[in-house]
């Protein structure tokens, strides 16, 4: 057996610029609130016009985790997609698959490699692999007990971008199911380290046969909401058997930031299908 860790090193967002568009969205928060209060709906045309003003004003500052002056508590960018329930592949009761809506991005019905398709945009200094398939889709459950509340939603989500794929049916449990494909998470510190996660995988062969994802708190609290979910999305990558993408700016690439979105992209989904649809089960 082997260990293999794969670790990710954050970019930081510009926190002088973040501060700034706060600081101004949360003045112009409390005007946006005395407008409605004094004129009601006759308010809301300006308002939104406001808010139009403001999101080209956070993307000219950088600041990816500005809040949205017209929603109380809530971040216009770097949001979690809305959660799906007990059918959307990442919840607690372990039991349902997602639908994989968008499979499309690969062109892929089911698991089977296409003629000719190869592993794309690979950082060849990386090192990682594929668990052995176990049928149409293979089931990977993420343990979620050494994981703090704030991580295990971030887990949950990123079973749901994962599930996406058709050789993939990912979903976050308390506890892994006995003799399942059983990937760990655990909360810690980094202890003066800057990597904001690390994933390292137990090999047998040329197969994969266990994996532990760590989610280092102190860091990731410097982060914002997108780049924490980017953090755990990419992590998940590694332990379901990709490697490092080539590409600056990717959701796999080794370095990542709050701008980056946390989605799988289409050549993500296709490195699944070679990773997994050419395997006999």
């Not at 967002?13 to 600081?23: M, S």
């Not at 039991?95 to 190869?118: F, I, Q, Y």
């Not at 996406?164 to 998470?185: F, L």
């Not at 994969?208 to 914002?224: A, K, M, P, Y």
Request: net charge negative; charged share 20%; hydrophobic share 35%.
């Amino acid at each position: 057996m082997r260990s293999i860790p794969s670790v990710r090193r954050r970019i930081l967002t510009r926190p002088l610029n973040i501060f700034i568009a706060v600081v101004i969205v949360g003045a112009v928060a409390l005007t946006q609130q005395h407008i409605r209060t004094s004129f009601g709906a006759a308010a809301s045309a300006f308002v939104e016009a406001e808010n139009a003003v403001l999101s080209g004003l956070a993307e000219k500052l950088g600041a990816a985790d500005v809040p949205d002056a017209s929603q109380s508590g809530a971040l216009r960018f770097g949001a979690l997609p809305p959660s799906g329930g007990g059918d959307d592949g990442g919840g607690d009761d372990g039991g349902t698959p997602g639908a994989h809506p968008n499979a499309d991005l690969s062109g892929a019905t089911s698991c089977a490699t296409p003629a000719g398709l190869e592993l794309q945009d690979q950082d060849l200094t990386d090192e990682d692999t594929p668990w052995r398939r176990t049928g149409p889709e293979t089931t990977f459950y993420f343990e979620t007990t050494g994981a703090i509340p704030e991580h295990v939603e971030y887990i949950k989500k990123a079973a749901v971008y994962w599930s996406r794929s058709v050789c993939i049916d990912a979903r976050a449990v308390a506890t892994c199911p006995a003799n399942a494909y059983c990937v760990t998470v655990s909360s810690e510190n980094a202890g003066g380290g800057d990597t904001d996660g690390e994933h390292t995988g137990t090999e047998e062969g040329e197969y994969r046969v266990g994996s532990h994802i760590q989610l280092f708190t102190d860091v990731l609290n410097q982060e914002g909401v997108n780049s924490r979910l980017v953090t755990t999305v990419h992590e998940y990558g590694h332990a379901i058997g990709l490697r490092h993408r080539a590409t600056e700016g990717l959701l796999m690439y080794q370095d990542t930031g709050e701008e980056v979105s946390p989605e799988p992209d289409k050549i993500d989904f296709e490195n699944i299908l070679v990773l997994y649809g050419n395997q006999q089960y």
